[in-house]
């Protein structure tokens, strides 16, 4: 989802609201920004994936579970949709014009990811979980949707919905998503970083450039690109997954 549907991390984009309702304090959110600017220049590899779910975990221990949601529900117009890229909803549009079902697949939380794929008009979404006690995150998680876990989720559901994974479409930014697109019939790297582009050219796979984020009620489009028009009647998934989160990035900056 991350540099493949939104222009930023859908987890830091929530810093603000986060930090105006006592989640999170200065630093964290200065922390946050300086992860951002990273995470847009460079993205991050397995190393920093695991260092970011162990940051995570650990921030988020004791957190409210209804009070993420609350200000995820509050702030996710205001906050996503100017990050939305034109191009991604058109893809989105095309897809469910086609017939296909559209699956996001993220590493992100649910929390956030879930709202997110619902306003994209998503028919479902798989994202990370974490172990809720008493309402709150016990630091633990329970289900981590990243590398082959995104794989098994992605094969529960095919076998669940009846999809054929040899008609069904993946798109991604990073190279940590590599099982992903090896497990459909149409792979395509959007905005790959430096290891996926090298995949992507050796497989011969497609590579296209995002680059134009608008607001998300302005741009979904009401009729099918040529495009769409001429590919197959196959219904398939369009699994448009999340580039890495970056809150692994945060050891890189002192305060």
């Known amino acids: 989802m991350d540099k493949t ?3 930023k991390s859908s987890t830091l984009a929530f810093s603000k609201p986060f930090f105006d309702q006592g989640l999170l304090n200065r630093r964290a959110v200065l922390k946050s920004s300086y992860a951002q600017f990273l995470f847009l220049m460079s993205g991050a590899d397995h190393d920093q994936m695991n260092r970011m779910r162990s940051y995570v975990t650990a921030m988020c221990t004791g957190w409210d579970v209804e009070q993420v949601k609350s200000i995820v529900g509050e702030t996710l117009h205001e906050i996503v949709d100017p990050l939305v890229f034109a191009e991604a909803a ?3 549009a095309d897809h469910k014009l086609c017939g296909r079902d559209v699956v996001v697949v993220s590493a992100s939380g649910e929390e956030i990811v879930a709202p997110i794929a619902r306003a994209l008009g998503a028919t479902h979404a798989m994202a990370t979980r974490m172990v809720v006690e008493d309402g709150k995150y016990t630091g633990e998680v329970e289900f981590y949707c990243y590398g082959e876990g995104k794989v098994h989720a992605i094969l529960e559901l095919a076998a669940r919905e009846g999809y054929s994974l040899e008609h069904c479409y993946a798109y991604s930014d990073s190279i940590t998503d590599l099982p992903m697109l ?3 019939g149409h792979p395509t790297a959007v905005n790959p970083d430096r290891g996926l ?5 050796s ?11 608008v607001s998300l009620r302005d741009r979904l489009p009401t009729a099918p690109s040529s495009a769409a028009l001429a590919t197959t009647a196959a219904v ?3 699994a448009l997954a999340a580039g890495a989160l970056t809150y692994s990035l945060l050891r890189r900056f002192t305060v």
Request: aromatic share 8%; glycine share 4%; hydrophobic share 50%.
């Open 236 to 238: 398939g998934i369009s």
């Open 182 to 184: 090896e497990a459909v």
């Open 203 to 213: 497989r011969d796979w497609p590579v296209v450039t995002f680059n134009k984020p």
């Open 197 to 201: 582009r090298r995949e992507a050219a």
């Open 90 to 92: 058109d893809l989105i």
């Open 5 to 7: 549907v939104i222009a």
